[in-house]
């Protein structure tokens, strides 16, 4: 697969200047010692199918794909992986013989990410949004004792809990780890007490293990990460779910293994431009 020199793959949003898979994947290509490239690709949702569609023949291998298009990724797929069908969106497209495969790294990401077995844990996942739709099912096929899904609009945590299987709470419980999977913390004008206190979360101890699956552009710790790691808690950071998930989609277009340090490395230094 990776005996393609010139191959392009790149990350389907809107926008998508944030991003930052382009300097990842290219670390990752670079250290690899593959030709390859990967770029922003910036599209509106009406022209989402026929870009996708025209990717192949362009010279595309892959994308990845983010907000707003993960279900419209699914739905243009050929084939979805279980995780994708399960989860009901792609944030991965692998361009294969004719055929546009979908899966969803998200799920897996989390788990390498974690880098042990949560077979056992009572996990608390914040948020019902796609990534903690994610989340829960990653954490729930995986082994977790317990997934209790807390989301400030309790009917959409309800709505998550009876489709994937897990539970939902209208407040927070005790667990063994607890996952940021809300968009707290993105808003650097939302001061840490604010944040924590719409979480529900100031005032309170954290659990031994805590993933913030939210990054911020200038590489400062989130008010969720600071919390915890203030409370002794182990804490994963954003960064490194992004930079696992990134890995799988990496193996996915080339059939190799990850760099893992270049990528890490890239996303902690690089920073994305902010245009469109
Ligand atoms: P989404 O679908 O828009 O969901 C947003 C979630 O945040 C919802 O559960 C929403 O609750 C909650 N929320 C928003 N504002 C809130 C507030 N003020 N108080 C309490 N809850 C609030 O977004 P998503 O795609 O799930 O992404 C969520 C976050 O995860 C984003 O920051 C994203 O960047 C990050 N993420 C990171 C990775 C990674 O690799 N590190 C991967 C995927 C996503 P309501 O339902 O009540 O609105």
Not at 38 to 67: D, H, Q
Not at 207 to 223: A, M
Request: charged share 20%; net charge negative; with cysteine.
């Amino acid at each position: 697969m990776a005996d393609q020199p010139g191959a392009l793959c790149g990350v389907l949003g809107y926008p998508v200047g944030h991003s930052r898979s382009p300097a990842i994947q290219a670390a990752a290509f670079r250290s690899a010692g593959l030709d390859w490239r990967y770029v922003k690709l910036p599209v509106r949702p009406e022209l989402f199918e026929e870009t996708v569609r025209a990717l192949p023949a362009s010279g595309y291998r892959g994308a990845n794909v983010t907000i707003p298009h993960k279900l419209a990724a699914l739905g243009v797929a050929d084939r979805a992986s279980p995780a994708a069908a399960a989860i009901g969106a792609a944030n991965t497209l692998s361009f294969v013989d004719g055929r546009i495969e979908a899966d969803n790294t998200d799920a897996s990401g989390l788990l390498d990410a974690l880098d042990r077995p949560v077979t056992g844990l009572r996990a608390l996942v914040l948020g019902a949004g796609g990534a903690g739709r994610a989340a829960a099912w990653a954490l729930r096929e995986a082994g977790a004792a317990r997934v209790t899904v807390w989301n400030r609009t309790g009917e959409r945590a309800e709505a998550l809990a009876r489709e994937l299987e897990v539970a939902a709470a209208p407040r927070l419980e005790p667990a063994d780890l607890l996952v940021n999977a809300t968009s707290v913390g993105l808003d650097p004008a939302v001061g840490e007490q604010d944040a924590l206190a719409a979480l529900g979360l100031d005032g309170t101890d954290p659990p031994g293990l805590v993933v913030d699956l939210v990054y911020t552009q200038d590489g400062s710790e989130t008010p969720v990460a600071a919390w915890a790691s203030r409370g002794g808690a182990e804490v994963i950071d954003g960064l490194e779910v992004l930079v696992r998930q990134g890995a799988l989609s990496f193996s996915l277009w080339t059939g190799l293994r990850a760099p893992l340090d270049a990528m890490r490395s890239a996303a902690r230094s690089e920073r994305p431009e902010t245009a469109p």
